[in-house]
Nanobody
């Protein structure tokens, strides 16, 4: 599944931004069957799961960002958004969108988010 991320860039600490992940070539009936995830990887650190939304619409958010980040899904437009609020310097990372089904995961190219203090 081809995934394209957008959004991010340079944001001031305390600010907000929204990342989007779209599957431009997927048809609706295929897209809805995937769990869509947002990961991030900071320099020198392992990639970590930030948030996910299942094919059934349930969502999960990592404890490290709970209350600040929210994931939402727009199946009709084949998009998933990650709303990021109250950003901190430790949120600086490359953010990746991933689509998982049956244990197989596809990745987007990643988008940089830099939080300046």
């Amino acid at each position: 599944l081809l995934l394209v991320e957008s959004g991010g860039g340079l944001v001031q600490a305390g600010g907000s931004t929204r990342l989007s992940c779209k599957a431009p070539r997927a048809i609706f009936s295929v897209f809805v069957g995937y769990t869509i995830e947002w990961y991030r990887q900071a320099p020198g650190k392992q990639r970590e799961l930030v948030a996910s939304t299942s094919s059934g619409g349930s969502t999960n958010v990592a404890d490290s960002v709970k209350g600040r980040f929210a994931i939402s899904r727009d199946n009709s437009n084949k998009r998933v958004h990650l709303q990021m609020n109250s950003l901190k310097s430790e949120d600086t990372a490359v953010y990746y969108c991933a689509a998982e089904r049956g244990g197989v995961r596809s990745w987007g190219q990643g988008t940089q988010v830099t939080v300046s203090s």
